[in-house]
């Protein structure tokens, strides 16, 4: 992962993660599902946001349905943080009050935040691009390779396009260090302009567009920006993070059905 001991070999100058001053609470709160319980949900801005979205189906007898949420708040990034973990249990006193007056009519913030059993803390950090990722018969792959805002959804999901697509050039070329070479050559430079465009919040950057706009005060988002504009500002980042539903469909698999080595 974003620790890996292997790339810590490989380029070991490197130094500790980069952290630009955000910090993550990572939580599940069964809550009332928005906007028909199939959504994800956006609010907020590049100082302080929420990221909220069910994981499972509604429960018909009560009508509610897990909830993952993320809160998202940016401090100095001068005053340093703890390790990054995903496993460091937090206090939702310590960013709660920030959240206390988000209550919307589809969602009521403060009320998701203490449903939650426990509470987890990070900082959120990535490293910058390599210009190398395989050394002979050794080669990154997931967060070793390509550890990047967790803005877009792609981390794991890029892992797993990443075993596929060794899998697909060990077929190809066998199990050679030209089949190592040729999966860098096909994955790294997408993944370096995903974690680059995830530095700029990636898909969540038309949050602080229209806080600049408005302020974020707003009964209709159309007298903002069009939605023919938020459409295509999430067509772009789908586009360069290879998220589209139609592209994927149509491409042909990386890997034959049965198909094994040898």
Known sequence: GIHSAIRAQMVPEEGPPIWGGAILWRATS??????????????????QRIVAYPIGPIDPGTGLAEINWIAERRTDPGQGWRKEDWNRAADINDFLPAFEDWRFDWLDVPALIRGAAEVFEYPMVDRDPLPRWTHGRVSLMGDAAHPTYPVGSNGASQAVVDARMIGASLLAHGVTPEALAAYEAEVRPVTTGVGLANRSSGPDAILQRVEDLCGGDFDDIEQVIPRADLAAHAARYKALA?????????RPRLIPQGARLG
């Open 242 to 250: 290879g998220f589209s539903v139609e592209a994927l469909n149509a």
């Open 30 to 47: 069964r809550a009332a599902p928005f906007f028909g319980g199939g959504a994800m949900a956006l609010a907020g801005h590049d100082s």
